[in-house]
């Protein structure tokens, strides 16, 4: 079963615009992951955060985490039609022991118009 | 290219027949994972796998669900007598052992596109 929720649903914006997509879960996790989906490239892994980090950069993406609201945010800067896919965030239960099941959230279907 | 392979792509079977997919994870990685999705819906877990050990079965896999690791390299996944319900990517996916840095990070594949009629 899914542990969150994605919101919005779908967002469309012009290129060079930002877009920002917020995630929620509902357990104690011990990280929380980014992903992209498109039909190219399947799904592919954006950026991971820790339980006890609040914010993380990679180029253009930013990721912020509330442990205290249970949510997360990706901003993605000056985007680019490329940037279009579905974006997922996916949690890692804080329950010890080796397994990495990744729990997924519904996604957000993201459009970047030249 | 050594990223993680899926066969078949897509498959199309009939109601009631046995299907069985076939996942090559990244050859380093000893941790493998079977996903399933639908259209619109994040990807939902199913098993995963540490070497040939299966360690975890969701309980959204009946017993028609059946996965193996034999020697702790590929893995096949089968569903026996479909239904309509099964129809879905089936993903599989990969990572590397606790302790390396990105242990965390999973490496998808493309995905099998099942369809059930």
């Known amino acids: 079963s899914q542990q969150g929720e994605e919101d919005p649903q779908a967002l469309s914006i012009q290129e060079g615009e930002n877009a920002t997509m917020n995630c929620s879960y509902k357990?104690?996790?011990?990280?929380l992951q980014w992903y992209r989906q498109n039909s190219g490239r399947g799904l592919v892994h954006l950026i991971l955060?820790?339980?006890n980090e609040r914010e993380k950069h990679s180029g253009r993406l930013r990721v912020t985490l509330d442990t205290s609201k249970k949510s997360s945010s990706l901003l993605i800067t000056a985007s680019r039609a490329a940037d279009t896919a579905s974006y997922f965030c996916a949690t890692v239960f804080n329950r010890g022991g080796n397994n990495r099941k990744l729990i997924w959230g519904l996604g957000t279907s993201l459009a970047v118009n030249p | 290219d050594t990223g993680v392979s899926q066969d078949p792509r897509h498959k199309i079977t009939k109601r009631g027949q046995n299907v069985t997919f076939r996942c090559d994870p990244i050859s380093e990685h000893n941790r493998l994972y079977w996903y399933r999705q639908t259209l619109g819906q994040g990807p939902e877990f199913l098993t995963y796998f540490q070497n040939e050990a299966q360690l975890e079965k969701s309980r959204l896999l009946s017993d028609r669900f059946s996965a193996e690791r034999p020697k702790g390299s590929f893995s096949t996944l089968e569903i026996q007598r479909t239904e309509q319900g099964d129809s879905a990517m089936y993903l599989c996916a990969s990572s590397h052992p606790p302790g390396q840095s990105s242990y965390n990070e999973q490496f998808f594949g493309p995905g099998t596109r099942l369809t059930v009629l």
């Open positions: 357990t104690s996790i011990n990280n």
């Open positions: 955060i820790r339980s």
